[in-house]
């Protein structure tokens, strides 16, 4: 089974030279550090890549679970010339990662509002992406985190009952997973990058949304459920379309919701 630093040859091997790789072996998050080098002038297409993080980082502040040899961790700088909505970067991204998994290990994807990529039902891939304003978006980084393997010891046991990993033991392996995983993603992100605004994205996204017809809990930023609702879909504009209990429809154009178990 694979396992150790990721190979900058193969990575450029399926890239090319579009864009700029940097490659770690141990950092604390990706997007620090992608967002130190944004703020020093890096260009738009620099890409950070790390075998672990020490302090790897979800939306809400949590701790993302980034252990040696089995995950892709990477981060990635954009430059954005016109006003776009951080939603649609990272809607983007996460139809990127669904259709990549299901072309380099060719089993079915879903999504769950808003960022994170699941498989076999249990979440593979989170995704955050944040941004410097001053005037207008000087820069945003896209981090993506995904469970590639299954982690030596397994899971951490509070996350070991929703977490999984692209790879299982049923699931043939590619040649260099991780590295095939990181250039398909870079190479459908960028193109539907390319044209954001266009949001060719939308019908890929609603085809593996997990939510719909499900009861859902919606989240405060403390984690406290605020209701409960019925997902409706996704709308043009990727907010989660939902229906309470009385009976009113309204659209969550963030937050966080969780699956009624």
């Not at 999504?111 to 304003?133: F, H, Q």
């Amino acid at each position: 089974m694979p396992n150790g630093l990721l190979s900058e040859s193969v990575l450029k091997e399926r890239l090319g030279d579009a864009f700029r790789l940097q490659l770690y072996g141990e950092v604390d998050s990706t997007n620090t550090l992608a967002r130190e080098f944004a703020a020093a002038g890096a260009p738009e297409g620099t890409i950070i890549l790390a075998d672990t993080q020490r302090q790897g980082r979800g939306r809400m502040g949590r701790q993302f679970f980034s252990p040696k040899g089995s995950g892709l961790y990477m981060s990635i700088i954009l430059r954005p010339e016109s006003a776009v909505t951080p939603l649609y970067i990272t809607t983007a991204a996460a139809v990127a990662v669904a259709e990549a998994i299901e072309e380099v290990a060719g089993i079915p994807s879903s999504i769950k509002w808003v960022n994170d990529v699941y498989c076999r039902g249990k979440k593979v891939c989170g995704i955050l992406t944040e941004g410097a304003i001053a005037d207008n978006l000087q820069y945003a980084v896209l981090g993506i985190g995904i469970n590639v393997l299954s982690p030596i010891g397994g899971f951490p046991p509070e996350i070991e009952s929703r977490a999984g990993a692209v790879f299982d033991e049923k699931t043939p392996l590619a040649a260099h997973p991780r590295e095939e995983l990181a250039a398909a993603i870079i190479t459908r992100f960028w193109g539907y990058y390319a044209a954001l605004s266009a949001k060719a994205f939308l019908q890929s996204y609603r085809k593996r949304d997990i939510l719909k017809g499900r009861t859902v809990e919606v989240l405060d930023i403390n984690g406290t459920v605020i209701e409960e609702v019925t997902a409706q879909g996704i709308t043009d504009d990727f907010a989660l379309l939902v229906v309470d209990r009385y009976g009113k429809t309204k659209a969550l154009s963030s937050g966080e919701v969780s699956l009624r178990l």
